[in-house]
């Protein structure tokens, strides 16, 4: 695999030039805080309009609308688990979030998407950890697919920066 199909960056996700990007929602797919809140403020009333009509979605599962006002053609929305201390299949449930985003890129011949920190937030997995799952099951999927070309990791904080640079690094 070669390593420039993995980028970082630091930001927010609503500015960012990609084919997708992927929303950290939650199971009702209506909107939320964190950068649930920001997407749907930057793409639009419509997103919602779209949203209603997905019927929700399962953890661990995604799904894709359109960008609306977005630079992005597509956002793909995935629920990460909350974190209740490690017990409840939290691990497996994120790796499926990066996985069945990837999936979906895959399927709609997406170039470039980019993914914020799935469950970071008010979902408080662990950030390192998170990281690492993100980066793992992303040059897995890399590693056997010709798309996504590019993946963007789309860091909030410098100390979220530093995390995944850690990780890249290695
Ligand atoms: P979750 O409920 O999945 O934890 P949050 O939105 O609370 O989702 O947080 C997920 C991550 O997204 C956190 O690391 C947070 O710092 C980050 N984040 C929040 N707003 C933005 C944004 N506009 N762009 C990129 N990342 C963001």
């Not at 799935?118 to 990281?131: M, Q, V």
Request: charged residues 25%; glycine residues 10%.
């Amino acid at each position: 695999m070669k390593k420039e199909r993995i980028e970082l960056v630091k930001g927010d996700i609503t500015t960012i030039d990609a084919d997708a990007i992927v929303n950290a929602a939650n199971n009702s797919l209506l909107g939320g805080g964190g950068v649930d809140g920001a997407i749907h403020n930057a793409a639009g009333p419509d997103l919602l309009v779209e949203c209603r009509t997905l019927e929700g979605c399962e953890t661990g599962k995604s799904k894709i609308t359109g960008g609306y006002s977005l630079k992005a053609k597509y956002i793909i929305h995935t629920v990460g688990p909350v974190w209740y201390g490690g017990h409840r299949d939290e691990n497996s449930l994120l790796a499926s979030c990066y996985r069945t985003s990837l999936d979906l890129a895959k399927e709609y011949n997406i170039k470039t998407i980019a993914f914020p920190g799935i469950s970071t937030g008010a979902y408080r997995f662990p950030k390192n950890l998170a990281a690492q799952i993100a980066v793992n099951e992303t040059k897995k999927f890399l590693a056997e697919n010709k798309y996504p070309e590019k993946v963007i990791f789309v860091a909030f904080s410098g100390e979220d920066y530093q995390s995944y640079r850690k990780i890249l690094d290695q």
